[in-house]
């Protein structure tokens, strides 16, 4: 399957923003996808996760409140709506897939990845 993130852009602080993961192929709906972040000079992180079906997600502390990920089997698309969000959101946001429809919080689980769309949060 081939991932293509798009919808970030600049905000200010307090603002929202809706990331969108198009997915390639015909089992979308069987994969449980994940979206990750990056920030300049850091490792890569886990910012939530979806099962195959959207019955089940998972969030990272830092973002539980504020993001919700879901995802439209219809359409092929995941989404991550951030709402308040705050400089230290800043980074390169990627959506990944894993092939087995399971929700996983590590980076090497996932086979497949989108090359990233760019959040900037100002102050």
């Known amino acids: 399957v081939q991932l293509q993130a798009s919808g970030g852009g600049l905000v200010q602080a307090g603002g929202s923003l809706r990331l969108s993961c198009a997915a390639s192929?015909?089992?979308?709906?069987?994969?449980?996808m994940g979206w990750f972040r990056q920030a300049p000079g850091k490792e890569r992180e886990f910012v939530a996760a979806i099962s195959w079906s959207g019955g089940v997600t998972d969030y990272a502390a830092s973002v539980k409140g504020r993001f919700t990920i879901s995802r439209d089997n219809a359409k092929n698309t995941a989404y991550l709506q951030m709402n308040s969000l705050k400089p230290e959101d800043t980074a390169v946001y990627y959506c990944a897939a894993d092939r087995d429809g399971n929700m996983y919080v590590v980076i090497w689980e996932y086979e497949f990845w989108g090359q990233g769309t760019q959040v900037t949060v100002s102050s």
């Open positions: 192929g015909r089992t979308f709906s069987s994969y449980g």
